[in-house]
């Protein structure tokens, strides 16, 4: 196994917009291209995940549950910010 490095560039994703809608979220993706970077999002995210209440301990007692639904196929390349930096891997 040799130490090469490869070059690749971190990729932000920007879904969603929690200032205009209910949920957004961001992601950071290391891929040589943008079209990769959006398959290895779509694969590596969850159908769903759990978040736990962070108010204060009298509300977060009455919290059954938060369930967050995600559909990957919604994610498109141009949810990709142009901020994108190179970083290097040993591979």
Do not use: W
Not at 5 to 34: L, M, N, P, Q, Y
Not at 50 to 65: F, K, M, Q, T, V
Not at 69 to 88: C, H, K, P
Request: charged letters at 35%.
């Amino acid at each position: 196994m040799t130490n090469e490095k490869t070059a690749r560039k971190e990729f932000h994703f920007s879904c969603g917009d929690s200032t205009d809608g209910t949920i957004g979220f961001c992601a950071g993706v290391k891929a040589s291209s943008r079209e990769e970077a959006l398959e290895i999002l779509k694969r590596a995210l969850p159908q769903a995940a759990e978040a736990r209440p962070c108010g204060n301990e009298a509300d977060n007692d009455r919290i059954s549950y938060i369930e967050i639904y995600l559909n990957a196929d919604n994610i498109v390349l141009n949810d990709i910010d142009d901020g994108e930096e190179e970083v290097e891997e040993e591979s």
